[in-house]
T-cell receptor, first 113, second 116 residues
Framework: EAQVTQNPRYLITVTGKKLTVTCSQN?????MSWYRQDPGLGLRQIYY???????DKGDVPEGYKVSRKEKRNFPLILESPSPNQTSLYFC????????????FGSGTRLTVV | AQSVTQPDIHITVSEGASLELRCNYS??????LFWYVQSPGQGLQLLLK??????LVQGIKGFEAEFKRSQSSFNLRKPSVHWSDAAEYFC??????????????FGAGTRLAVHP
């Protein structure tokens, strides 16, 4: 089944403790992206990747890091999480151009206390 | 700058009633337009998309949307709502960026409640 898999689904952590949210897709998509969803703000892009070793900032990249060492994986790293990073996070992938839209993962709900 | 506006934050309809969710976009070129649905605790599922051609687009689950360039709108419609349609709906525009990348810009969402 074609899908984007994120882990974990739920995570509660403390301020400053480094964490990684994993994302993997099995569709051989070139484009991958991370979004965060907050009430009243919709989805905002954090980082994106056009291919292996090619990443760039989205609209809200502060406090986040990403890497794309393999085509299928695109982990999101929070080096020192803060409470304002409490949010619902989605990983998404696309074959390429915008007309394909994105396939989304099921989301990771992160709480930073 | 590209943007998407969904004027209605919450909408409540009765089961069996018709539905229209509004979406307005701001984009200089011909847009790629999408509607996604997010059921509680789930990711986003693509309902339908518009690139060009026929301005009335059919999607899954009985939804359709009409692209109106003169109004910069892409409203989502369904003739008869089912209780299972209760969810949050997101309109998005695909924007071309430099270097060939294409980015989805989302509206803030409309939460739909369905009364029995």
């Amino acid at each position: 089944e074609a899908q984007v898999t994120q882990n974990p689904r739920y995570l509660i952590t403390v301020t400053g403790k480094k964490l990684t949210v994993t994302c993997s897709q099995n569709m051989n998509h070139e484009y991958m992206s991370w979004y965060r969803q907050d009430p009243g703000l919709g989805l905002r892009q954090i980082y994106y990747s056009m291919n292996v070793e090619v990443t760039d900032k989205g609209d809200v990249p502060e406090g986040y890091k990403v890497s794309r060492k393999e085509k299928r994986n695109f982990p999101l790293i929070l080096e020192s999480p803060s409470p304002n990073q409490t949010s619902l996070y989605f990983c998404a992938s696309s074959p390429g151009t915008a007309n394909y839209g994105y396939t989304f993962g099921s989301g990771t709900r992160l709480t930073v206390v | 700058a590209q943007s998407v506006t969904q004027p209605d934050i919450h909408i409540t309809v009765s089961e069996g009633a018709s539905l229209e969710l509004r979406c307005n976009y701001s984009y200089g070129a011909t847009p790629y337009l999408f509607w996604y649905v997010q059921s509680p605790g789930q990711g986003l599922q693509l309902l339908l998309k518009y690139f060009s051609g026929d301005t009335l687009v059919q999607g899954i689950k009985g939804f359709e949307a009409e692209f109106k360039r003169s109004q910069s709108s892409f409203n989502l419609r369904k003739p008869s709502v089912h209780w299972s349609d209760a969810a949050e709906y997101f309109c998005a525009v695909g924007a071309h960026l430099s270097g060939g990348y294409n980015k989805l810009i989302f509206g803030a969402g409309t939460r739909l409640a369905v009364h029995p």
